[in-house]
């Protein structure tokens, strides 16, 4: 059973529920309490009810009235129709406002509202799928959103405390690292902000014109309207915020639901962008990733941040944003201008939150002078240390104790003091050690990806070497055999006019040229790639500039021969 509000009486019902694709929410977006901007457009949600069950009861209740309606649909009568839809016939009922409540069996007052009920349901409830329906309703409602009058509530009847109760996980957002926020504003200026609660540090971009900072648009204005994006990085570790400890299990668990970043229309998630899977990556942060896989600390400008990393959402709205419409089948977004610049400004601010978040990384390992390796490593081994001395403090106590063969409060109370002491340290030692492992497993990762890249750059490299004596043989054998074809035009053992003559000698010009082009850039090829001893030695750059102009140096004079007999063509033609 839902609850939900919107339809109020038999009218409504008849005219605008039971009738698919109305143009009623382009009269009215808002609902007329709440004021709340109506979803759906095309009608198909309440068909989706005939996935779920055989048979659905909707229940309807208005102040205005005395009494509530209520309409039965049987889905199976669709399922058997030979005739038209319009001859299809559903009974509708008069209810009373006091009931008892058919899922509680509880007495029950209605005042306003709609109910939907489904029976037979056409899957098996259990807790596994009601898990994966909380799952499903928690991407649903944003994280963002906060508390507000609009919420889901399981009550499964079973007494689940895993999966009853109220959904939202915005109380999580608290143990983000960083918070990035970029608005388009009213005025067509944009505005970015990232700061830290951890780190007490902000970076911001002041208000600047659209205009100046997509300058290649050539555009006064954005094509979408106003709008706001938030993201938040989550390191994969214990966080402390405001006396509150966040586990790293906690972290993980709502990263593995909600990380990516989403699209939300009116507080309400427009699908498929943001899946925790990747498959909805519509920035491809991964695949930045992936191309750019440097450390924070690594070369200045080649960090990317992972999808995996944040959890992000575009806010957008009906009334503000009707360039970004829903394609016609619900899934997505019409990818056209406004879209495109959409990404290109939500990419824009992840470039800013880098670029800054590399800065400040840089900035702090120069003050402190070690890496967040050597930092972390550090504090395990003082914590363990102290954690050592209150052993041996113990130690002492308990060997004063044994030697003067007596206990008095005094030695009671100091052999107390320093256990809970010990026990302090060791908590700590704990906390300590679980960070450093933490920063030991991203370090891992780092180096994973960093592993992988060059695995591949690996493989690039072996197949441009193949291919690089492949092409040289060929190239060479052309090559060789035109040199015959000129010595015999030239020798006179081919018989053709003078005018010919000149163009078969301009043709076999290019064709040595181009032939020469293609043998350099094999031999480029080959030269370049080699096994590496993975010993390092001084590279003068002088020395490679040098070779790179000497393989490519006989271009330039083929192109100048090329010039005095075939001024109409050039080195690097484009199209």
Not at 460 to 472: N, Q
Request: charged fraction near 30%; include cysteine; charge should be negative.
């Amino acid at each position: 059973m839902c609850d939900f509000t919107g339809i109020s009486n038999k009218e409504e019902i008849t005219n605008n529920w039971l009738v698919i694709g109305t143009n009623n929410k382009l009269i009215q977006n808002k609902s007329s309490i709440k004021k709340r901007v109506l979803t759906g457009e095309k009608g198909l949600g309440r068909l989706g009810l005939d996935r779920l069950s055989k048979k659905t009861i909707m229940r309807s209740f208005s102040e205005k009235e005395d009494v509530g309606t209520e309409i039965i649909i049987n889905w199976e009568m669709y399922e058997k129709l030979d005739d038209v839809l319009e001859s299809i016939k559903h009974k509708m009922y008069k209810i009373p406002k006091e009931f008892v409540d058919p899922i509680t069996n509880e007495p029950r007052i209605v005042k306003k509202g709609s109910h939907l009920l489904m029976y037979q349901l056409r899957e098996n409830w259990n807790k596994s799928y009601v898990k994966q329906l909380q799952n499903e309703l928690t991407l649903l409602i944003s994280p963002f959103a906060g508390i507000n009058d609009f919420a889901i509530k399981i009550d499964s009847g079973n007494n689940w405390e895993d999966v009853d109760g109220v959904i939202n996980s915005h109380y999580m957002l608290e143990a983000a690292e960083w918070k990035l926020v970029a608005e388009v504003m009213p005025d067509n200026n944009v505005h970015y902000v990232m700061n830290s609660k951890i780190f007490k540090k902000t970076f911001e971009l002041p208000n600047v014109s659209w205009s100046e900072r997509f300058i290649e648009y050539e555009a006064e204005k954005p094509p979408f309207g106003p709008l706001r994006f938030e993201m938040y990085f989550f390191p994969r570790r214990e966080v402390k915020v405001n006396e509150l400890t966040y586990s790293r299990k906690q972290i993980d668990d709502f990263m593995e639901l909600n990380q990516g970043v989403r699209i939300y229309r009116d507080n309400f998630r427009v699908k498929p962008y943001g899946e925790p899977d990747g498959s909805g990556d519509w920035l491809n942060l991964s695949f930045r990733r992936q191309q750019s896989p440097a450390a924070v600390t690594g070369t200045i400008g080649a960090y990317r941040v992972g999808s995996n990393q944040v959890i992000g959402a575009v806010f957008i709205s009906r009334e503000n944003n009707p360039e970004l419409i829903d394609q016609t089948n619900r899934e997505g977004i019409v990818e056209g201008n406004a879209f495109f610049q959409l990404k290109k400004f939500v990419i824009d601010a992840v470039r800013f939150f880098e670029l800054n978040r590399q800065e400040f990384e840089y900035e702090l390992e120069k003050t402190n002078g070690k890496t967040s390796f050597e930092i972390a490593r550090e504090k395990v081994q003082n914590a363990t240390d102290e954690s050592a001395e209150k052993i041996n403090r113990i130690q002492v106590i308990v060997d004063g104790i044994l030697n003067d063969k007596s206990l008095n409060e005094t030695k009671v109370n100091e052999l107390a003091k320093a256990t809970a002491d010990l026990a302090f340290h060791a908590e700590e030692a704990q906390k300590q050690q679980r960070e450093f492992e933490t920063i030991v497993e991203e370090e891992k990762m780092d180096l994973k990806e960093q592993k992988d890249t060059l695995g591949n750059l690996a493989s690039l490299g072996i197949l441009a070497h193949s291919f690089g004596h492949e092409t040289l043989a060929a190239s060479n054998l052309v090559i060789e055999n035109t040199h015959f074809i000129k010595a015999d035009i030239e020798s006179g053992a081919f018989m053709v006019p003078p005018d010919v003559r000149i163009k078969v000698e301009n043709s076999i010009e290019i064709l040595l040229h181009e032939s020469t082009k293609i043998d350099n850039f094999a031999k480029f090829t080959i030269g370049n790639v080699r096994r590496d001893n993975r010993n390092r030695t001084n590279i003068f750059i002088n020395e490679i500039i040098v070779e790179v102009f000497g393989y490519f140096e006989s271009m330039t004079s083929l192109q100048k021969r090329l010039d005095r007999i075939s001024p109409n063509y050039t080195l690097c033609k484009r199209p």
